[in-house]
């Protein structure tokens, strides 16, 4: 008999499942392909009391990952929010902000960037970081997870919600300050599953309420975003979106070409210079 799930766990090519019920089968897929991510709904066969072995995916609703040019990572399905955790110490990467920004932009995913450790040192420094991202219309929101993580919770009602970021954020601290049993929870999973060597790079849903869901994805070192192309990739930087199509060539991709109305709207002010130099250097990239 086919039942249906939601993937809560993915270790490499075994995958937890949950049932209705809120059961938990341990599962791997048909055949070898093992293209499924933590909230993905599934379709699966039970084999076993604990066991099973999952047939498909539905259609998703969002998708997000990174990508390569050989390979690609799949973060998390059915999301509607990506919670990109910064910290104030030790200094986040603010490339990887902005390409987890395009990607979410691109998936049709809510950013919220939030920015962590503020208790521990001046943030300034870092808030001034952030403040062109303000201007842009991106939520951020200043947090210190280890005192109080309640300013966060209004956030997460009603969503779906990945948590991103660089290891060392103080991603763990939010999981386990919003959902106390997590860090016994993954243990429990990882024996189960026979991966406890894997648990610093699974992915993990958490049911907030009836109605709110959290995914804790593995620390990013990087973040590629081979899978755009150039059209994708200019209408995920909103501040490029009023200059659009009044370059001298259509297919221009704002480096160097003359009469760009993009490199014009940088030079004059209109887009800051860091946020062009990470378009470009993205475009370059994916060689569009």
């Not at 066969?45 to 995916?57: I, L, M, R």
């Not at 110490?89 to 962590?116: D, H, K, M, T």
């Not at 300013?151 to 970021?165: D, E, I, M, N, T």
Request: charged fraction near 20%; proline fraction near 4%.
């Amino acid at each position: 008999m086919s039942l249906q799930g939601l993937v809560v766990a993915a270790y490499g090519k075994r995958y937890q499942v949950e049932l209705p019920n809120r059961s938990r089968l341990s599962c791997v897929t048909r055949g070898k392909k093992t293209d499924l991510a933590c909230g993905d709904i599934v379709q699966l066969t039970q084999t076993a009391s604990n066991e099973g072995v999952v047939e498909k995916f539905l259609p998703r609703k969002t998708l997000l990952y990174r990508s390569s040019a050989y390979k690609s990572k799949m973060l998390a399905a059915n999301v509607t929010q990506a919670i990109i955790v910064l910290a104030t110490q030790p200094s986040f990467y603010e490339g990887l902000l902005n390409r987890c920004l395009v990607a979410a932009e691109v998936a049709g995913i809510r950013p919220l960037i939030v920015l962590n450790k503020c208790d521990l040192n001046d943030e300034s420094d870092a808030q001034n970081r952030l403040h062109i991202y303000e201007q842009l219309g991106y939520a951020v929101l200043k947090l210190a997870a280890t005192q109080d993580v309640t300013p966060l919770q209004p956030y997460l009602r009603h969503q779906s919600s990945v948590l991103v970021g660089q290891s060392g954020m103080g991603k763990s601290t939010i999981v386990n300050a919003l959902v106390p049993e997590a860090e016994a929870r993954t243990q429990t999973i990882s024996e189960v599953l026979d991966s406890g060597k894997h648990t610093t790079t699974a992915a993990h849903l958490y049911h907030l309420d009836d109605q709110s869901t959290l995914i804790d994805s593995p620390g990013l070192q990087e973040f590629g975003v081979h899978h755009l192309n150039q059209i994708q990739l200019e209408l995920a930087f909103p501040e490029f979106k009023p200059f659009l199509g009044h370059c001298r060539f259509n297919n221009c991709r704002h480096l160097h070409e003359p009469d760009c109305a993009v490199l014009a709207a940088a030079g004059s002010g209109q887009i800051a210079a860091p946020r062009l130099q990470t378009y470009q250097q993205l475009t370059n990239e994916i060689g569009s």
